[in-house]
């Protein structure tokens, strides 16, 4: 990918630059997004001004189809603020780099009025199918689908039943229907990422021709109905690698901003006679987190340098590492929440209030363990299975 679009442009660092100056104003926001359980319009207006969504959108659509580090950087600066609204904006941008995967067809039906438009998701393959004349009838109820209410379609996950055949995630797609096929349920009511407003959506007996579906093994494999029209290198990564590095990342982001609190805990309590900026164990937890962090943020960015130079260069990406580079993604909810854990206990009495920075933070890193991308024990098996020999049972990698 040519500099022009690299995390070293002039756009990136402009990107960044906005990113960065929005930080204050979305660490004051925070507690109304979840006093609503919802990011608050303003801010949604201010990543669509800033050009945050068209980090990963085709060009053909005035997006800026740059390198992935690019907005994963961008996600970070936003989730250090305020976790829901890196959340928020990290998976649902994300769809619009996964809809330059569908046949160019439904990114028509989705863009050609207003290429701002968003898409929010739900990938669990809840769905009922039922194949048609041109398509599917679907039916279901999805829970978490983050930012639902500022989206105007949604990706929702089911299995195409074969007849005789047992259920097979090999036979899963996503399904793309428009908002007035669905209802927005409000569920939403949590002890962390409350902002998400990540709701239930319910869909009865709705019609999706088959442009408006994209299969698993597709993005599994990188060849995708898109890649006749966006030939970057960055539409032919996996799909699994791109989503997850999303959700990780809130976290990742989370847990600076949780280490920011921390210090400004540490600088202005007093314990006794002694400043705890002062305490060992203090200065040793921080130094801990601060690493960590840094570790983390390291092995990230490596492995999409590796996944982005192979794709460049059309050649695939090893299976055996791309399981471990799934279980790299999935780890960073545990450890973020690890130590945030660490920092709220050292924070002492002052932590436990509400209001507390620390535990607004820890509550949210915790939240994030939840998601299916966040098991380490799913991407574990299957990267030790490897190790031991075993075929891969992962087609969302």
Not at 307 to 317: C, H, N, T
Request: glycine share 8%; hydrophobic share 40%.
């Amino acid at each position: 990918m040519s500099s022009e679009y690299s995390l070293g442009s002039p756009r990136a660092q402009q990107l960044l630059a906005s990113a960065e100056a929005m930080q204050p104003v979305l660490r004051e926001r925070a507690a109304q997004a979840a006093e609503i359980r919802r990011i608050p319009d303003e801010t949604i207006q201010q990543f669509q001004d800033a050009g945050f969504f068209k980090i990963l959108q085709p060009e053909q659509w005035g997006g800026y189809a740059m390198d992935p580090q690019v907005f994963y950087a961008v996600q970070l600066k936003i989730a250090e603020a305020c976790m829901s609204s890196g959340w928020v904006l990290g998976v649902v941008a994300v769809h619009n780099w996964q809809l330059g995967l569908f046949d160019d067809q439904a990114a028509q039906d989705a863009w050609a009025d207003d290429p701002t438009t968003l898409i929010s998701s739900s990938y669990a393959p809840v769905g009922k199918v039922k194949k048609v004349d041109g398509g599917y009838k679907l039916s279901g109820q999805w829970g978490f689908s983050s930012g639902s209410e500022h989206c105007e379609w949604v990706f929702l996950g089911a299995v195409v039943p074969e007849e005789g055949a047992p259920f097979d995630m090999k036979n899963y797609r996503t399904f793309m229907v428009p908002r007035a096929d669905y209802e927005i349920i409000d569920t939403w009511h949590v002890v962390g990422l409350q902002g998400t407003g990540s709701q239930d959506v319910k869909v009865v007996d709705a019609f999706v021709p088959e442009h408006r579906t994209h299969k698993l093994i597709d993005g599994f494999s990188t060849n995708n109905p898109g890649n006749a029209v966006n030939k970057a290198p960055l539409y032919r990564l996996p799909f699994g690698q791109v989503f997850v590095r999303a959700v990780c990342t809130g976290s990742l982001g989370a847990l600076e901003g949780c280490l920011s609190a921390f210090i400004e805990v540490a600088i202005n309590r007093v314990v006794g006679p002694n400043k705890m900026s002062n305490d060992l164990f203090a200065r040793k937890l921080a130094s801990e987190v601060k690493c960590a962090i840094e570790e983390m943020k390291t092995v990230m960015y490596k492995n999409f340098d590796d996944m982005m130079a192979l794709a460049s260069e059309g050649k695939d990406i090893v299976l055996d590492d791309r399981a471990r580079y799934r279980y790299d993604s999935a780890v960073v909810a545990d450890r973020c929440a690890d130590l945030s854990a660490k920092m709220l206990k050292a924070s002492g009495s002052k932590g436990i209030f509400l209001g507390s920075q620390v535990l607004a933070r820890h509550l949210d890193i915790m939240a994030s363990q939840a998601h299916v991308a966040n098991n380490t024990n799913i991407y574990s098996n299957n990267l030790g299975g490897m190790l031991f020999g075993a075929d891969n049972i992962d087609m969302n990698m």
